[in-house]
Nanobody, 124 residues
């Protein structure tokens, strides 16, 4: 079992930045693909970013490209999401997830473990 705990959310003005962290415990995540997803009120959970086990392969949803960066520190069993130039439409609960496939996926159903989420609110 892998337990995931997100942190770093909060309220920020448009144009600001936040750095989300996802701390894993119970098992090393070095053999897992990792992803970030978000869910706004009344909407389905959507893919934001994913990273392969070694950090070499990443991809992002088009709406965050050039603004968000996913990274990982396997020695610390932690994954990060740096979010810059935030927009009100980025407001959502952000979830970290672990996929037994070492490359991860853009598909929410592919992930095996999920955190509880952290709220990000961007005011205009």
């Amino acid at each position: 079992q892998v337990q995931l705990v997100e942190s770093g959310g909060g309220t920020v003005q448009a144009g600001g930045s936040l750095r989300l962290s996802c701390a894993a415990s119970g098992r090393t995540i070095r053999n897992y693909g990792m992803g970030w997803f978000r869910q706004a009120p009344g909407k389905e959970r959507e893919f934001v970013a994913r990273i392969s086990w070694n950090g070499v392969s990443v991809n992002y949803v088009d709406s965050v490209k050039g603004r968000f960066t996913i990274s990982r520190d396997n020695a610390k069993n932690t994954v990060f999401l740096q979010m810059n130039s935030l927009k009100p439409e980025d407001t959502a609960v952000y979830y970290c997830a672990a996929d037994k496939d070492v490359y991860g996926s853009t598909n929410v159903r592919a992930y095996d473990y999920w955190g509880q989420g952290t709220q990000v609110t961007v005011s205009s």
